[in-house]
Nanobody
Framework: QVQLVESGGGLVQPGGSLRLSCAASGSIFSIYAMGWYRQAPGKQRELVASITSGGSTNYADSVKGRFTISRDNAKNTVYLQMNSLKPEDTAVYFC?????????WGQGTQVTVSS
């Protein structure tokens, strides 16, 4: 079992930055691939960025060049640095830990980009 707790969401103006954190507990963090997903009202949940246990990263086209995912295995934490935020980035952001067949989700943190 893995417990995930996200933090760092909030209200930011367009062009601003936020850093999301996801703290994991309950299992061996380093073996899990970690991902950040988001879900806007009326839309499906979508993958924003992911990072493997070996550190390889993948990004949605919509956030490439603006968002950076990283992990600190010593702190059991994954981060999402979000720069140049746009109103369309507004969503609830969820952290995911995956080691097939297991998959775990956090409770989500709201990010609102608005002037």
């Amino acid at each position: 079992q893995v417990q995930l707790v996200e933090s760092g969401g909030g209200l930011v103006q367009p062009g601003g930055s936020l850093r999301l954190s996801c703290a994991a507990s309950g299992s061996i963090f380093s073996i899990y691939a970690m991902g950040w997903y988001r879900q806007a009202p009326g839309k499906q949940r979508e993958l924003v960025a992911s990072i493997t246990s070996g550190g390889s990263t993948n990004y949605a086209d919509s956030v490439k060049g603006r968002f950076t995912i990283s992990r600190d295995n010593a702190k059991n934490t994954v981060y999402l640095q979000m720069n140049s935020l746009k109103p369309e980035d507004t969503a609830v952001y969820f952290c995911n830990a995956a080691s097939p067949p297991s998959s775990y989700w956090g409770q989500g943190t709201q990010v609102t980009v608005s002037s």
